[in-house]
């Protein structure tokens, strides 16, 4: 059985920082590219970025230079690491299995003053 748990949101001030995890079990995670989307209150739900089972990686333009996409296939994880973020990434952020079209829970992440 695939899951994919989700941590670390919160409530961050503008300009701060914050890693979000996403924990996989029931595949061989090393083969695998995973995806991170964020879904804002009234809007769709967006691709913010993929790494490729190598560590290749991609962002979507808003959170280019801002956002790092990383994985640790030993411990079967992929992070997001956020950086001066602003008042327009709050959204509930979500891991994607995109092979399988498997999602997690969602972890909320707040931007406010």
């Known amino acids: 059985q695939v899951q994919l748990v989700e941590s670390g949101g919160g409530l961050v001030r503008p300009g701060g920082s914050l890693t979000l995890s996403c924990k996989v079990s029931g595949i061989t995670f090393s083969e695998y590219a995973m995806k991170w989307y ?3 209150p009234g809007k769709e739900r967006e691709l913010v970025a993929i790494i490729m089972k190598r560590g ?3 962002y ?8 790092t996409i990383s994985r640790d296939n030993a ?3 992929v992070y997001l690491q956020m950086n001066n973020v602003k008042p327009e990434d709050t ?3 979500y891991c ?4 399988f079209d ?3 829970q969602g972890t909320q992440v707040s931007v406010s003053s």
């Not at 979507?60 to 956002?67: E, G, P």
């Not at 994607?96 to 092979?99: A, C, Q, Y």
């Open 38 to 40: 964020r879904q804002a």
């Open 102 to 104: 498997y999602w997690g």
């Open 91 to 93: 959204a509930v952020y």
């Open 96 to 99: 994607n299995l995109p092979s």
């Open 60 to 67: 979507a333009d808003s959170v280019k230079d801002r956002f």
């Open 75 to 77: 411990k079967s994880t």
């Open 56 to 58: 290749i990686t991609n």
